[in-house]
């Protein structure tokens, strides 16, 4: 099986555009999790989407919002960018199924910089 | 807050040694624990996981140990190779919080020949 694809693999943005992110999951997962990865803060959680609906959200602000197309794919957007956006954006997929005890597996990620 | 936390930022181990890996958590509902492993430029790879009823699991050169009653779970690998230089990560997902994973700050391994 293919991995979790996501594109485009870097991007360079200005303060206040917006931008959208794609992340394909694995065949058949119907779970895809969000994530961003900073120096300072780590690997954040930004919201999980399972059948077109977000059923997780972590706490960032309103400027970062997803969605999920009835094939599994998902989209992130972030409106008006700001420098402290510039990051590593993971997405993981998972069946979504199996409860909470399920694995996750991830994408290689989409560098941004905000300039 | 909720946290998952890491003893070590860097560790250096010569290869062909074991190697263990620390991680401390706090938050007392957790009930299922993953090891990631992140390779420079990519995205962070399932090693091992463990549920919360059990204290070991082990996989092909690792094992996980976790001890629920100091909040305290480690990642050994057996035989350490330079393929195995990366950041690792401890994970862990509590059963209200669904698929959001919370990581530790993470640890960098280096194999020295």
């Known amino acids: 099986k293919a991995g979790v694809t996501q594109t485009p693999r870097y991007l360079i943005k200005t303060r206040g555009q917006q931008v959208t992110l794609s992340c394909s999951p694995i065949?058949?997962?119907?779970?895809v999790s969000w994530y961003q990865q900073t120096p300072g803060q780590g690997l954040q959680f930004l919201f999980e989407y399972f059948s077109e609906t977000q059923r997780n959200k972590g706490n960032f602000p309103g400027r970062f919002s997803g969605r999920q197309f009835s094939n599994s794919r998902s989209e992130m957007n972030v409106s008006t960018l700001e420098l402290g956006d510039s990051a590593l954006y993971l997405c993981?997929?998972?069946?979504?199924?199996?409860?909470?005890?399920?694995?996750?597996?991830f994408g290689p990620g989409t560098r941004l910089l905000v300039l | 807050g909720e946290s998952v936390g890491l003893h070590l930022p860097t560790l250096s181990v010569q290869e062909g040694d074991n190697s263990i890996i620390n991680c401390a958590y706090s938050n007392s509902a957790s009930d299922y624990f993953i090891w990631y492993k992140q390779e420079s430029g990519k995205g962070p790879q399932f090693i091992i996981d463990i549920r919360s009823n059990m204290d070991k699991r082990q996989g092909q050169r690792v094992t996980v140990l976790l001890n629920k009653t100091v909040k305290h779970l480690s990642l050994q690998i057996a035989a350490t190779q330079p393929g195995d230089s990366a950041v690792y990560f401890c994970a862990e997902k509590d059963w209200g919080g669904g698929n959001k994973l919370t990581f530790g700050t993470g640890t960098q391994l280096k194999v020295e020949l």
């Open positions: 065949s058949g997962h119907r779970s």
């Open positions: 993981a997929s998972s069946t979504g199924l199996a409860g909470f005890q399920e694995t996750q597996y």
